[in-house]
């Protein structure tokens, strides 16, 4: 049984409008998914649902993780079962530095897989394994101390949400536009350690419209999702197809990639 399982999933905006329209999807741990479709298509809704944002409602079908209706969890609770979202525009917080965020979130997670009980990470600890990753991903030592994503560049901030997925240790990640506004050599970091984080514990669901990002991640299967529904399946070769030929021949007719 997949990790994660979508079955005629549908999610609509606060105001009634479906965007994601009936979606069959499975991810398991050591796999990697790669979610290809136009601007516009509903993907980050489908992301953005399933990580319990209030604006995105599942209307019908399922998600489930682990076996259970993510519809029924809070966000917090999904996060804690293992489900992580890289987003697309990370948002900043003032006064809240990296390592503090950082910290503060695994100490959660082991609070609530701990039944309750508080489980501090030991700060050794965590300073080591805070500083390796940093180190591998060409974080600047300093950048831990900022406040998050305050005055980060695009690639800062897309190199901190594979920071946080290194160290929260997700069992299924969903990256949202991760190689959006990265120039090569962030790129080839970022898609690295993306690559590097999936294994036998954890698997990733990219989202994404450019090709450019899985020539780096290399997936195991790519879905054609247009106007909501994932419209073709296949292997790595069906990205280089879109790459040369478009998303038009799987557009509804009169739509316009």
């Keep these: 049984m997949a990790l994660l399982e979508l079955n005629d999933l549908r999610v609509s905006l606060e105001d009634g409008t479906e965007i994601v329209k009936g979606v069959d999807l499975d991810v398991s741990p050591g796999e990697i998914h790669a979610l290809m479709g136009p601007n516009g298509s509903g993907k980050s809704s489908l992301a953005y649902a399933l990580m319990g ?37 990370p948002h900043a917080i003032p006064g809240v530095t990296v390592t503090s965020f950082l910290r503060s979130a695994i100490n959660a997670i082991r609070k609530a897989r701990a039944g309750g009980e508080d489980d501090p990470v030991p700060i ?23 406040y998050l994503n305050d005055g980060f560049s ?45 294994g036998p514990e954890t698997g990733a669901l990219v989202i994404t419209h450019y090709q450019r ?35 038009e021949a799987f557009l509804p007719e009169g739509a316009e990639a």
């Design 124 to 146: 050794p600890e965590f300073r080591k394994e805070l500083l390796e990753a940093m180190e591998h991903l060409k974080i600047p030592r300093e950048l831990a101390q900022r």
């Design 213 to 247: 990002i899985l020539n780096h991640i290399k997936p195991d299967f790519v879905h054609v999702f247009v106007d909501g529904r994932i419209v073709e399946e296949g292997g790595p070769e069906l990205a280089h197809k879109l790459e040369e030929e478009g998303y």
């Design 53 to 89: 944002h209030p604006a995105y409602e599942i209307t019908g079908g399922e998600a489930l993780f682990d076996g259970q209706d993510v519809s029924e969890m809070g966000a917090d609770k999904r996060a804690q079962a293992g489900l992580f979202l890289a987003f697309q525009y």
């Design 154 to 198: 695009g690639g800062e901030k897309k190199r901190v949400e594979i920071l946080q997925m290194a160290m929260l240790k997700p069992r299924i990640a969903v990256l949202d536009e991760t190689d959006s506004g990265l120039d090569i050599d962030a790129l080839r970091i970022v898609a690295n350690g993306v690559r590097e984080l999936v």
